[in-house]
C-alpha cells in the first residue's frame, strides 16, 4: 500500500502561482512513478502531469505545459507540481497517483495509476 495526501491548493487570482505537493508513506515510493489530475465540477478527471521513478521524462498535457513543473524528491518521499501564471480554467480538485509499469516509461492513463491521493482544492479567481 502507498498512502498519498496532498497538500498547497488555495484561491488564487490569475497569474499567481502555487505549489502542491503530495506526501507518500508506505511502501517505497522512489519505485513510483508519480503523476498529478485535476477534476472540475461537471467534467472527467484530466491528466496534469507525471515522472518517472528516478525523475526523469515528464510529461505534460498541452494546456499547461511551459507553466507547470513536475518534480519529485525521493529522499522526502515528496512529489510536486510547481504552477506558474495560473488561470481560472486550472480551477479543480488536484490529485496525485502512483504507479508502477513495466511496458511504459510515464503514462498518463489513470487506469494505470493504483494509489491516489484525496485530492486538494485549487481555485483561480479572475
Known amino acids: 500500500q502507498v498512502q498519498l495526501v496532498e497538500s498547497g491548493g488555495g484561491l488564487v487570482q490569475a497569474g499567481d502561482s502555487l505549489r502542491l505537493s503530495c506526501a507518500a508513506s508506505?511502501?517505497?515510493?522512489?519505485?513510483?512513478?508519480m503523476g498529478w489530475f485535476r477534476q472540475a465540477p461537471g467534467k472527467e478527471r484530466e491528466f496534469v502531469a507525471v515522472?518517472?521513478?528516478?525523475?526523469?521524462?515528464?510529461y505534460y498535457v498541452d494546456s499547461v505545459k511551459g507553466r507547470f513543473t513536475i518534480s519529485r524528491d525521493n529522499a522526502k518521499n515528496t512529489v510536486y507540481l510547481q504552477m506558474n501564471s495560473l488561470k481560472p480554467e486550472d480551477t479543480a480538485v488536484y490529485y496525485c497517483?502512483?504507479?508502477?509499469?513495466?511496458?511504459?516509461?510515464?503514462?498518463?492513463?489513470?487506469?494505470?495509476?493504483?494509489?491516489w491521493g484525496q485530492g486538494t482544492q485549487v481555485t483561480v479567481s479572475s
Open positions: 508506505g511502501r517505497t515510493f522512489s519505485g513510483y512513478g
Open positions: 497517483a502512483a504507479g508502477r509499469w513495466t511496458k511504459v516509461i510515464v503514462t498518463p492513463t489513470p487506469s494505470s495509476y493504483d494509489y
Open positions: 515522472i518517472n521513478w528516478s525523475g526523469g521524462y515528464p
